[in-house]
């Protein structure tokens, strides 16, 4: 009785998000995944307790490489111990996810999003091995944020947002959020990781979300243009049978260029001129010609 229920409110609260349907559904996700962490008391995020989603070089080993799939779950799962990680990378997302969802489409937004968390985690590997830490793990969507937070920032630089009880433009809002980053990881590299933040994450996913801005990466264009969009299944549906039209129009061609040549012989040296696969061919075309007209 109560699991009804509570899908039913479930569906009615996410129904009622007024967000676009990309960042609603990445929203919708992290949300879901923290409160799993959550109920199993922190597996998925915390070290000393398994740390089943979290990215680190030495977890991307595991199950037989399966552990690589950790450079895209380490992406929805926060730490279980402070909810304000989660809580400022949902604000974030919340803000910035339909401002380049407006540009990018819901297809561009999921790229975005998943790139700059695959720039944040090698971000992050890249400064912990430096460091002589490679074992770390990194979780959170900040990496991703960033990303979408830069673009964003590129799509509407004047626009104004509220940070702390200060009204900036939003240009100067990722410049400063950028440049602590900056200063952070200067900070790590002058006294040592302590943990806590990873500001290569940050930064890597910034600097994901200026390139694929700059270079005009990911736009999903279908989307934007209104179109009904397929799903993966029936898009790889389409394209088999679009070759498959191919490969039969191109067979046909090839048949019709050789009986053209087989009659042109026939007509210049007779019947008798062929050879016996010629022959073949034609009593093949024959037949096939009389069961058409049956």
């Known amino acids: 009785m109560i699991g009804p229920i509570l899908m039913d409110a479930v569906r009615r609260f996410y129904s009622q998000l007024p967000l676009p349907p990309a960042t609603k559904a990445l929203f919708a996700i992290n949300v879901a995944v923290f409160v799993l962490n959550a109920v199993l008391f922190g597996r998925l995020s915390d070290p000393e307790r398994g740390a089943w989603l979290a990215f680190s070089w030495p977890g991307t ?24 990680h989660v809580l400022m990378n949902m604000l974030s997302l919340w803000v910035f996810g339909p401002i380049a969802e407006g540009r990018l489409g819901a297809g561009g937004l999921y790229r975005v999003y998943l790139w700059g968390g695959f720039a944040g985690a090698l971000g992050h590997l890249v400064t912990v091995a430096l460091q002589g830490m490679p074992g770390v793990p990194v979780v959170g969507a900040s990496g991703a944020c ?22 900036l433009p939003l240009w100067l809002l990722a410049s400063l959020l950028c440049f602590l980053g900056v200063y952070g990881l200067f900070v790590e590299f002058a006294s ?69 040549e087989i009659l042109a012989k026939v007509k210049a040296s007779g019947l008798n001129s062929l050879r016996p696969d010629e022959r073949r061919f034609l009593e093949r075309v024959s037949q096939q010609a009389r069961g058409d007209r049956s």
């Open 192 to 260: 040592g990781y302590r943990g806590g933040v990873s500001h290569s994450a940050h930064l890597g996913g910034a600097l994901l979300g200026f390139v694929a801005y700059r270079s005009g990466w990911f736009i999903d264009y279908l989307d934007l243009a209104g179109r009904d969009r397929l799903g993966f299944f029936a898009t790889w549906l389409q394209r088999w049978r679009q070759r498959r039209l191919a490969r039969a129009a191109a067979g046909k061609a090839a048949k019709e260029l050789q009986l053209d």
């Open 61 to 84: 080993l595991d199950g037989y490489g399966l552990g690589a799939l950790r450079v895209i779950t380490y992406q929805f799962t926060h730490s279980f111990a402070d909810p304000m």
């Open 146 to 167: 960033f990303a979408l937070m830069v673009y964003a920032a590129y799509v509407a630089p004047h626009m104004t947002i509220v940070f702390m009880i200060v009204h």
